[in-house]
């Protein structure tokens, strides 16, 4: 069964078998179970295990068409891989295809899109790129030159949640799968823990969401560690491209991925136990949370007058460029934002690179 | 990274061009303390700048450069009002003591127990002036007194350190006056067996059959708890007092998530715990550690230096990880309490109605469970180990388990919650025989085997009954 991390034993004892087959060599030790594998079982239990996760959340249906968005990243890549040898397997009778979003990052994105194409002829899947310029007008490059390194990410987060609505919608997809990983979803159970962000605390572990929304989306790898994906794409010399983002150090993110790196050292199984937490989290019934409705100005799910999308995009089309960035003050809260920092930027001639503070925000 | 915090609320940081406009009005105290709380911080941060006179916010009044700098642009007099007003607020809204009680403030020598131990005492004075010049007398005060554990049976100190410290405590309680406080000492081991060798071995072994390092440290914790309530109970307490604090809790929050104990974490996050046969009550839940510590320094009040033991678990790991998230917003604790505060707390959150019920004002009924309504009554099962609810599926994992016929063994480790089950139940069937026959009594008589459940039921409804039906045996 599972081995705690604080008994000692002896690593790489050579010539171990695989604990599953006892007939092959040992080649590794599963980050999730510390079990040492070899490889062929290492594949079979890693492609098992999201099989089991894919029915028992009854995730598909057959004749679908499904996006697998793809970055080229890690992720998105063994997530290409895995679905189509399953759904080949296990006759799943998915249409697949991928779907990719350029945020126009030089020497990021361009690269790394690169990879994407080649997956495209790799695993015979079909290819769509969206681009932020195309759907705002404005790439990262841009947006980043003009509010600086500060609140960047909350910008490409919510332009591409979007993007890939509207890239989902144009290629006529039933459903959106993600490559969120184990450890993806339990950072995101921390952040909305510490930003108390109640609302996203209950949702953020659901496997599928979006249901009421424009397209579905759910994520496979939800119980997969992102280790082991690695190590997948390592062991099949899976093509991936793995650079971080160029404009993401400052993520706050970064908090919680290196908490959850150290507690994976101590305690794997921890990863899987946030979000088993986060699974159990009830909300108290006094607790008031958002209404969900739409934006007024280009019809998608808001719990708002503007979605998030539409505000931030105002913003930056107007030289505002906090605006959409921190708390909500009610909802005359547009418009207060707006008189107050007009105002503002009247009497301080505001310098957008110098403002020091600001919030958490994605 | 000297970021203001982005608290709200004003920022007294000379670069920050963030002003009272982006404070909304709700939270602002929180807000306030926020920004006052970092403000206090480094020496630089004062607008005034070093040396020059500083004007309380509160009272105005200036303070001088040779007194205790201003803490938190407040005064100490003000800043020593405002936390034994939170302290007074929490006491009040939940109703916490009555005067018929008789509170054990639990004292580990940290400057949180001791602050609590303080305004406690400050409360009882003040309902003792009041006793006193009330004509009719009718209500009387409410009693305290004051509980240490003696760790030192698995302590890394020399054993005559722990004689100096006991004396310091009860210098430390004897300055506590008019009122009488009682003082019990207990060691850890007694809650194994009254005889303290044998209590000593047992502990120890029992200790020692953890392996995992924050499954002991937790164990540890579980068995203070034991050991308080036992000292309340033998000792006729009422309410059982912690010092609490919002770090402390924060640090739970998180530690809580981390071990997979999500479901059961609201319980252990809310101003009243009346789970236990002597409720829990935590008045300092909203006041920080740098608060706390601050006060016990502006009043020269003592405390006292433990020995801690290096830790290498997940709970210390967690502990940094929050001082980080401190350093870069003061503020962060709260929020992190805050979220906690959103979910949905137990039935045991509430006092159990009891005589005084009548007493209390018709606003605070509501803190009262309605012991009429039977949801309450039964509705959680807890671990035996750490007294947290079984989630769903625990529940049902251990009705599966009770359908067939277990030892007592597998009834204990069936009853335990999934975090415990791992963490500090040893594995393989022989360890864990050995780990229950050491365990105290206290813990194992918490759990029920499924027929008593039924013997149960039947006493609920024995007066509708007009035949005792002893062949039905299927236990649901």
Redesign the interface.
Known sequence: MEEGGATARPRRATGRLCSTCNQRKAALKRPKTLEQICRECFYSVFEDEIHNVIMDNNLFKPGERVAVAASGGKDSTVLAYVMSELNRRHNYGLDLFLLSVDEGITGYRDDSLETVKRNEIEYGLPLKVVSYKDLYGWTMDEIVKTIGLKNNCTFCGVFRRQALDRGAALLKADKLVTGHNADDIAETVLLNILRGDIARLSRCTFITTGEDGPIPRCKPFKYTYEKEIVMYAYFKKLDYFSTECIYSPNAYRGFAREFIKDLERMRPRAILDIIRSGENFRTATSTKMPEQGTCERCGYISSQKLCKACLLLEGLNRGLPKLGIGRARGTNGLNKRVEQRNLRSERTGSNIESKQCGTLDF | M?????G?GE?HQS????SE??G?AEEETRERVASLSFAGDSPTSSATGDGALERCTKCGETVAAAAPRAVNGLCAACFRAYLFGKFKLAVTTNAMISPTDNVLVAFSGGPASRIALQFVHEMQCISLKNWDASKSQALPVFGVGVAFIDESAISIGPLHEMNKVIAQIRSIVSTLSPAHKELHIAPIENICSTSSNDGRIRLNELLDSV????GKEDFMKYLRMLTLQKIALDNGYSKLLLGSCTSTIACH??S????????S??GDVQYVDARWEVPVVLPLRDCTAEELNKLCHLDGLELLQLIKRPSN??NS?VSS?VA??RD?NPS?ER??V????????FCFNKFVENTYHEFVPSRLRCKFQNINNSETALSEVLCPLCGSPL?EPEVQSLRNIQEKTQTPVENFAAHCCQ?CS??ILP?GAESLQQFYTVLPQSVTVRVTDGTSDHSQLGELIDDYLLVVDDDDDDGT
């Open positions: 000297a970021s203001c915090g982005g709200g920022c670069h920050c061009q963030r406009e982006d909304g392996t995992d390092a924050t929050v998180i809580a998530t981390v071990k997979g104990q999500g479901y974490l609201p678990s997940i790991l990880f980080r998230l870069e962060r929020t992190i805050r979220t906690a505060e959103k979910l949905r707390p989630s975090s791992f963490q594995k």
